[in-house]
């Protein structure tokens, strides 16, 4: 009451609805085979798989190019400054009388400017190291291939339980209703004989419970069934604004053909993601052979070749001195300014072998071995690991199968004899010769023999589609 008095006018006459101009979304229905071709075509996965391919393909190119020739040009310019002062004295022998002692001082500012362009040659000539690199990122790369049809088969598996469990909640809400049409045909039938005086009062409170544990039920199955179906369009990576529904009805598929055995020797022999494990060991043992390669000696060679120019210039500043002789006295000499400058250029080449040998780096190879040695026995104990979880998984998968076609089975059984108790019950109640008590066990049975039948075929197609997973079989 209080919910249509809010939604009332002020008048108390119901407010239109404002015109919607935008257009109603179109509904996809779609198929089993419709939305693994969608899904598979429109994966986050699948593309998170290709770019790991793609980045592992590009750390083999990189490995390669370690061990390639390198060119690389280089330049060196300079400039140099330099001030000087030079006193200057030398003593001249004597002439007769005469007695000379010359001095001289003088300052000098040289410029010199070189530059130098050459290219240069690298090329490692003996590198233990080359192989194991190689190995180790070939490795990664047939991982990552693994890793991409485990995905493939990986995304295919939840699709298909996606759409199964819409399936399996689209057939419990057929079930509800029923179930809710019945039982409100008995809460007015209880009303009616009541009203005559046929019945007593706590059968029409009975009837109406029943009517409200399956209005419940109702409501949980088509919220559930709304889920189901926002997982199923999440994994297609549909827009959120597209709605979707499933086409094809819940049945039971073709039953699984291969036994158990054999079922476990398929699933070993040819899974993408014990081959990846298995690559992903050697990669590990080629790290191991990388750390060792350490401890090798390595040889390389250059080779370099430039041309050079240089420029040297020499400025003269205030040169000049004195000229003692004797007791005539001093007589100063000209001061004279006088410079000189000088250029040229040379080509220059040359090669050079380099040869290291590690004697101690402080025990970083060792470890770096005995890290390399502990990830490789980890990679096999992954390996054991993953063999006893899909063995489990494929065993899991099988029993459920087995148990889920007598479950369906008892469960249509039980529908057939749950409608007839129905039909008895409903008429020795209105005889007058069964409590309400009995209509409603027999109702209740019958609602929960049809849940159980949809949910055994859910169960079996579910299992199948975990077979094909673990086995790479798809369905016929």
Known sequence: MVLAGLAAGPSGQAAEPLPDTAPAPITLQLSREDALRLGLRRSLELRGSTLTVAENRSLLELSRTRFRPKVDLVGFGSFAQVGTDIGFISNLPSIGDLSFDLRGNSSALINNAFINAGVVLTLPLLDFGRMPLRREAQAGLEAALADEQEQLRRVRFEILSNYLTAQWTAALIPAWEQALTASRRLESD?????????????????????????????????????????????GLNLPVEQAITVQDPLRAEAPWELTLPESIRRALDQRPALESLQRQRQAQLARLDLARAGRLPSLGLLVGAGLSGDWLNVQGLKASGRLEAGEIGGLPLPTLNNSGSASGGFYDWGAALTLRQPLYDGGQTRQSIALAQQRAERADLAIAQAEQLIIQSVETWYSTHQAAGPQANAARAAIEAGEASVRDAEIRYRAGLAPITEMLVAQRNLQAARSAEATAIYRWNLSRAGLERETGLAAP
């Open 190 to 234: 209880a009303g009616a004989l009541r009203r005559e005086g046929l019945a007593a009062r706590i059968d029409t409170f009975q009837a109406h419970a029943l009517v409200q544990a399956d209005l419940q039920g109702l409501a949980d199955a088509q919220s559930q069934h709304r889920i189901a179906l926002s997982a199923l369009a999440r």
